[in-house]
Structure formats: C-alpha cells, structure tokens
C-alpha cells in the first residue's frame, strides 16, 4: 500500500550561508520553496542536505498556546484533579526557537522539566467554531518543547515557569495535514534515552474540542501555534542535556540545554 503521507509537504524555514529560506524536507535534503505556508508551495530546483543548513523555527506564531494536563498519565503523575475543560496557557513568543537552538537555562530557576508535545499549527481564523468545524482550521503539525521551570511554578504563577526565553522549542518542520492518525506517536528523548512515549488518542481533551473552546473566547489566527500537553515522563534536563522530540510522520525537535 502507498504511503498516504508520502506526497505530504514537511514545510520548514532554514539558513544556510548566511541567508534564510523557506523549505520543504525531502528525506535528508531540504528543497528550497517559493511560497510560504499560507500560499501554494512552488520548488524551486534548488536542494542542501539537511545537515548542512541550519533549521529556524517554520514559523514565527502569532501566539503560542498551550493545553495543560491534557494526559491521564501525566495528570496521575503530577497528582493533578481530572480537569473539567481544558487548561490553557500562553507563551511568549520570545520564547520560541528552532531546531538545534540551545534551551538558555538561568542558574536561579531551579529545577527545568522538558515536556514533549504535539503542535497544532492554525491555517484559518477561528471564531466560535464548533468541534466539528474545528479541524478544517488546522494548517498542519509539528513539535513542541514546553520547557517548565518546575519550581517555579509552584506558586501558579505558570506564564512566568514556562515563559522564560528560548522554553518553547518548536520544529523542526510542519507537516502540512489538517489530520494525523489517532495512532500517531509521541517520543521524548534525554540524551538518547527515551523518557516519554505515547500516541496522541491518549490527549484527555482531544485537537477539535481544544480549538472549539479556544475559539469561544478568542480568536484563532492563521500562525497560531497550540502545543497539546505533555504524556507522562516528564523529568528534569541539565545544561549539557540534549533532549529530542519525535513526532511520526514529522520529524525530530533536537535541542541542547546550556547555562545562561
Ligand atoms: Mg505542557
């Protein structure tokens, strides 16, 4: 059987000798496109390995919002109640990176947790969209790093544990689907070693509702970025640390953590 996702475009922006592209990965190269992830997407013959350039974030979101406690697992893990409707929260967008980009850790926070998720990617306003008009507004797909400030936020105060610059790694590419299979797969890895695992079914609070209820109090643009929460697994990650996120059918969100 042909693989359905194989003519799929993996949308990404990327530098290589000192200027920027948009670009579509192809295996181990990354095609340069004219076009951006709103228009049509044309090739413009032009390739570089993919270990040659250097990947930025495929796009700069107009806002980043994001789900809390949205796995059982996780909920348990925390020892969190079973919400009620979604939990939401919103970063900054200084603190979105790329792919490869070092996650700065200030020596006064404490402990930093790194929390693999799933990015939804918004293609078309959104206002008061029931859960079945919901998916229709879905750009695409990506990965996401909810880094926490873990002692922080203790005192609720969670804009500030998860807003600090550089904790929302997001890439490296965005696969252009409105839909992923509900067996789509979730891996988080600290220095190779896999930490958390789970399929996107397991979300408490599945994409269509989540966007229904954003959708009722704000409105949803073209380039905002919803990160779905974390599986269970969390744990803390140390400058020096390097901590990916892979997502199938996606790719792989690989940053190293440094002491700022
Ligand atoms: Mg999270």
Same mark, same amino acid.
């Given at each position: 059987?042909?693989?359905?996702?194989?003519?799929?475009?993996?949308?990404?922006?990327? $530098?290589?000798?000192?200027?920027?592209?948009?670009?579509?990965?192809?295996?181990?190269?990354?095609?340069?496109?004219?076009?951006?992830?709103?228009?049509?997407?044309?090739?413009?013959? *032009?390739?570089?390995?993919?270990?040659?350039?250097?990947?930025?974030?495929?796009? /700069?979101?107009?806002?980043?919002?994001?789900?809390?406690?949205? #796995?059982?697992?996780? *909920?348990?893990?925390?020892?969190?109640?079973?919400?009620?409707?979604?939990?939401?929260? *919103?970063?900054?967008?200084?603190?979105?990176?790329?792919?490869?980009?070092?996650?700065?850790?200030?020596?006064?926070?404490?402990?930093?947790? #790194?929390?693999?998720?799933?990015?939804?990617?918004?293609?078309?306003?959104?206002?008061?969209?029931?859960?079945?008009?919901?998916? $229709?507004?879905?750009?695409?797909?990506?990965? #996401?790093?909810?880094?926490?400030?873990?002692?922080?936020?203790?005192?609720?105060?969670?804009?500030?544990?998860?807003?600090?610059?550089?904790?929302?790694?997001?890439?490296?590419?965005?696969?252009?689907?409105?839909?992923?299979?509900?067996?789509?797969?979730?891996?988080?890895?600290?220095?190779?070693?896999?930490?958390?695992?789970?399929?996107?079914?397991? *979300?408490?609070?599945?994409?269509?509702? /989540?966007?229904? #209820?954003?959708?009722?109090?704000?409105?949803?643009?073209?380039?905002?970025?919803?990160?779905?929460?974390?599986?269970?697994?969390?744990?803390?990650?140390?400058?020096?640390?390097?901590?990916?996120?892979?997502?199938?059918? /996606?790719?792989?969100?690989?940053?190293?953590?440094? $002491?700022?």
């Amino acid at each position: 059987m042909m693989d359905s996702k194989a003519n799929l475009k993996k949308f990404c922006r990327f $530098s290589v000798d000192n200027r920027t592209y948009n670009g579509s990965i192809r295996g181990n190269m990354v095609d340069i496109v004219e076009g951006d992830l709103f228009s049509d997407l044309s090739d413009m013959r *032009m390739s570089f390995p993919v270990d040659r350039i250097k990947f930025l974030p495929p796009i /700069i979101p107009t806002k980043v919002w994001c789900v809390g406690v949205n #796995y059982a697992s996780h *909920m348990r893990e925390m020892g969190h109640e079973p919400p009620r409707e979604p939990l939401i929260f *919103m970063k900054p967008r200084t603190s979105v990176v790329g792919g490869g980009d070092p996650v700065r850790v200030p020596e006064w926070v404490g402990r930093v947790d #790194y929390e693999g998720e799933l990015a939804v990617v918004i293609g078309k306003k959104a206002r008061n969209v029931t859960e079945f008009e919901a998916m $229709s507004c879905v750009k695409g797909y990506s990965c #996401y790093n909810d880094v926490t400030a873990r002692d922080l936020q203790k005192d609720n105060h969670w804009i500030r544990a998860k807003g600090f610059d550089t904790f929302g790694p997001f890439g490296p590419a965005i696969l252009v689907t409105d839909k992923l299979p509900d067996d789509t797969k979730l891996t988080t890895r600290l220095n190779g070693s896999v930490v958390q695992q789970d399929t996107i079914s397991s *979300m408490i609070f599945p994409i269509r509702q /989540i966007i229904s #209820y954003i959708s009722r109090f704000a409105t949803l643009e073209p380039g905002d970025v919803i990160a779905t929460g974390t599986p269970s697994g969390v744990g803390r990650v140390k400058p020096g640390d390097v901590v990916d996120i892979e997502i199938d059918g /996606i790719g792989t969100l690989s940053n190293p953590f440094i $002491s700022d």
